[in-house]
């Protein structure tokens, strides 16, 4: 049985920083790629960070890129997500999917709040 369990969100206030983590099992995770969405209220989820854990290329959303770091720890299969510089607008419920192109599996998610 595949599962991914997120942690580590809560409230922050803009400008500081947060780390997510999703642990993952059920699935090669060495072997597949793995992501961070987000979804805010009235918004579509979209697609926030990709690790390629084959070829270990990554891929962010624009409006993240040198904001946040996708990272995994393949010994424990964990990924994680490294936020910088918190706005309030990245305020969402993130998830971590594997296999980024389509989304196969989804975890619960975790909240992110970023106060202004």
């Known amino acids: 049985e595949v599962q991914l369990v997120e942690s580590g969100g809560g409230l922050v206030q803009a400008g500081g920083s947060m780390r997510l983590s999703c642990v993952a099992s059920?699935?090669?995770?060495?072997?597949?790629?793995i992501g961070w969405f987000r979804q805010a209220p009235g918004k579509e989820r979209e697609g926030v960070a990709c690790?390629?854990?084959?070829?270990?290329?990554?891929y962010y959303l624009d409006s993240v890129q040198g904001r946040f770091t996708i990272s995994s720890d393949n010994a424990k299969n964990t990924l994680y997500l490294q936020m910088n510089s918190l706005t309030p607008e990245d305020t969402a419920v993130y998830y971590c999917?594997?296999?980024?192109?389509?989304?196969?599996?989804w975890g619960q998610g975790t909240q992110v709040t970023v106060s202004s």
């Open positions: 690790l390629d854990n084959i070829d270990g290329s990554t």
């Open positions: 999917a594997a296999r980024c192109s389509a989304p196969t599996y």
């Open positions: 059920g699935f090669p995770f060495d072997r597949w790629s």
